[in-house]
């Protein structure tokens, strides 16, 4: 079995006229990505690699629950073909992961983050919203035979505040 932990990143600020890449989180981003890792850090394993899109929120998040996770040791990997918007690199990035990985926790963005949970998770959402943590297990063995799972677990920060 192989699990994924989709995050989308929190909140950002649209404060100063930065290129997006560059756009930090906000204070109610940092809040919230505080939120979901204390919550979310109890109910599951560890995951085996993180991997991050390379933009400045959605790294400082990736970092806020790293932090509250306790999970320093595990690298965060950039890969900038998670700085997708359509969901097709997303799929692929997932798909090339190795097979010796069980547990994978991505921070990417939307609506590739909705597009992937609808069309590989067994429950429709909206649109996953800032800071969304989504939980989908895969009845593989090969991360290149990623095909639909069953979504098992998913918080919000709205949900917490």
Known sequence: MKRLYLVRHAKSSWKHNLN?????LKARGVS??????IHTR???????????SPSKRTLQTA??????????????????????FSGANLIKTIRQCDDSINNVMI??????????VNTFGTIDINSVPTCG??????????????????????QFPKGLR
């Open 32 to 37: 919230d990505a505080k939120l979901i890792a």
């Open 63 to 84: 970092k806020i629950v790293q932090e509250h996770w306790g999970i320093m040791s595990t690298q965060i990997i950039i890969k900038n073909e998670l700085y997708d």
């Open 133 to 154: 943590f989504v939980v989908i297990d895969f009845e593989i063995t090969s991360w290149k035979k990623l095909n639909k799972g069953k979504t098992i677990y998913m």
């Open 42 to 52: 109890q109910l599951f394993k560890n995951p085996d690699i993180i991997l991050c």
């Open 20 to 24: 997006d890449l560059d756009r930090p």
């Open 107 to 116: 921070f990417a963005h939307n609506f590739a983050g909705t597009d992937f």
